[in-house]
């Protein structure tokens, strides 16, 4: 059984502080890592799904090299795994953002010329098979739209407690604890 329901209400965002979101975003880039690094462990891509296997050849060819993991794609050498997250909130007028790219083993550095290559080539399909490994998966966004609710939620009560009603504007409505 299914049930859905939805509230509507009519908010004076003047009244709800819109600005410093920094725990989220660190919290989201947080999620947006591990779930990345976690789905290509298991060799899922960002849908969720199962990345396209590796041919017979390159799985070899990993296997005398000495990878850790040489029948799952891009995770041979852990360069494609890890995110770096942005250690500061960049600003706008209208924005707040953080940025995570892929780095070299977990260092600072970025990877190698020929790594962007591999992942455009993986993601986008040229030459074979597409592989779409980088993203945002739907748990992880799930997940992340949960931490921006509750705030939200948490701001719009607060503004609520403080008196400055946030629906106050709206003729017959009142709040009284």
């Known amino acids: 059984m299914n049930i859905n329901f939805q509230v509507k209400a009519d908010f004076d965002l003047a009244k709800i502080p819109l600005r410093g979101w920094d725990t989220q975003l660190k919290e989201s880039a947080k999620i947006i890592a591990k779930d990345h690094f976690e789905r290509l462990e298991r060799g899922k891509g960002v849908s969720g799904a199962m990345l396209k296997g590796l041919k017979e050849s390159t799985i070899l060819k990993k296997r005398k090299l000495g990878y850790r993991a040489p029948e799952t794609p ?5 360069i494609m795994q890890n995110l770096e997250r942005a250690k500061k909130i960049t600003r706008t007028k209208n924005m707040e ?8 083993k977990g260092g600072s550095e970025k990877p190698k010329r020929s790594r962007q290559k591999i992942g455009q080539y993986h993601q986008e399909g040229k030459g074979q098979f597409k592989r779409e490994w980088f993203g945002i998966s739907d748990k992880a966004f799930e997940d992340i739209a949960m931490i921006f609710v509750e705030e939200v939620s948490e701001r719009i009560q607060k503004a609520c407690l403080e008196g400055t009603n946030p629906l106050s504007h709206i003729a017959g409505y009142s709040v009284s604890a």
Request: aromatic share 0%; hydrophobic share 45%.
């Open 74 to 78: 891009l995770v041979a050498e852990g």
């Open 97 to 104: 953002k953080i940025s995570l790219r892929v780095t070299s």
